[in-house]
């Protein structure tokens, strides 16, 4: 090959070469302000603070970023990333809460057993409080009779004390009883949702009815 004829085919290689590599650059591609596309082999200036595409050589879309967001853009982004994890978080408990409670009842009736236990334990607890307020209740029949032997004159101050003592454990056993009964309806609601829940779990259905509760529920009279 002559020298003229071998300069010719290295241009043309080098040429072919050159143009391979061009081909295989990335392109960058965006809308301008105004809606017109723009490309270029790098990031054009109008492209900078909106969103383009990267295309491969055969002028494919190979990864998309998205413009920066504006402060409220963030502010909104965070506030749904944050509650996407807290509802993650909530089916999360939601999901061990359900496993603790089938792994705890063999079946729903263990459910019913372990109420009426805990309700005995509590009707229990709740005895001598009852056995005070009926104590105090009789005691203020007895000072009541006292009173009418004064109504036209004073009354003694030790009946007077004994009054205002009688008053307040009447009130203090009253509002216990009261207490212990909003309570007991509370642990019956709490087992209530536990064998609905059991159920739909189980069996894909909630409970037909409610089973009564075998532990007495006693009221201040």
């Known amino acids: 090959m002559s020298p003229k004829h071998f300069m010719i085919a290295a241009i043309t290689l080098l040429g072919v070469a050159t143009g391979e590599t061009a081909l295989a650059r990335s392109s960058y591609c965006c809308n301008d302000a105004n809606g017109k596309l723009v490309c270029g082999d790098i990031l054009p200036n109008a492209c900078y603070?909106?969103?383009?595409?990267?295309?491969?050589?055969?002028?494919?879309?190979?990864?998309?970023?998205e413009a920066p967001l504006t402060p409220e853009q963030r502010q909104l982004r965070?506030?749904?990333?944050?509650?996407?994890?807290?509802?993650?978080?909530?089916?999360?408990?939601?999901?061990?809460r359900n496993q603790a409670l089938l792994a705890t009842y063999p079946n729903e009736?263990?459910?019913?057993?372990a109420r009426?236990?805990?309700?005995?334990?509590?009707?229990?607890?709740?005895?001598d409080t009852q056995k005070?307020?009926?104590?105090?209740?009789?005691?203020?029949?007895?000072l009541d009779a006292?009173?009418?032997?004064?109504?036209?004159?004073?009354?003694?101050?030790?009946?007077?004390?004994?009054?205002?003592?009688?008053?307040?454990?009447?009130?203090?056993?009253?509002?216990?009883?009261?207490?212990?009964?909003?309570?007991a309806d509370s642990l019956r609601a709490k087992y209530d949702e536990e064998k609905a829940r059991?159920?739909?779990?189980?069996?894909?259905?909630?409970?037909?009815?409610?089973t009564p509760a075998t532990a007495a529920d006693k009221r201040p009279r």
């Open 78 to 96: 965070e506030a749904e990333e944050a509650a996407k994890r807290e509802a993650e978080k909530r089916a999360a408990e939601e999901k061990r």
């Open 198 to 210: 059991y159920m739909a779990l189980r069996y894909g259905k909630a409970p037909l009815a409610a």
């Open 109 to 113: 009736k263990d459910i019913d057993l």
């Open 132 to 142: 005070r307020y009926d104590a105090a209740l009789k005691q203020k029949k007895k």
């Open 116 to 127: 009426d236990r805990a309700l005995a334990e509590f009707e229990k607890a709740s005895a």
């Open 49 to 65: 603070k909106r969103a383009y595409r990267v295309l491969d050589e055969r002028g494919r879309v190979v990864r998309e970023v």
């Open 146 to 183: 006292e009173k009418e032997f004064y109504v036209k004159k004073p009354m003694p101050a030790n009946l007077k004390k004994q009054v205002a003592e009688n008053e307040n454990d009447i009130k203090a056993t009253r509002e216990a009883l009261d207490s212990r009964k909003h309570e």
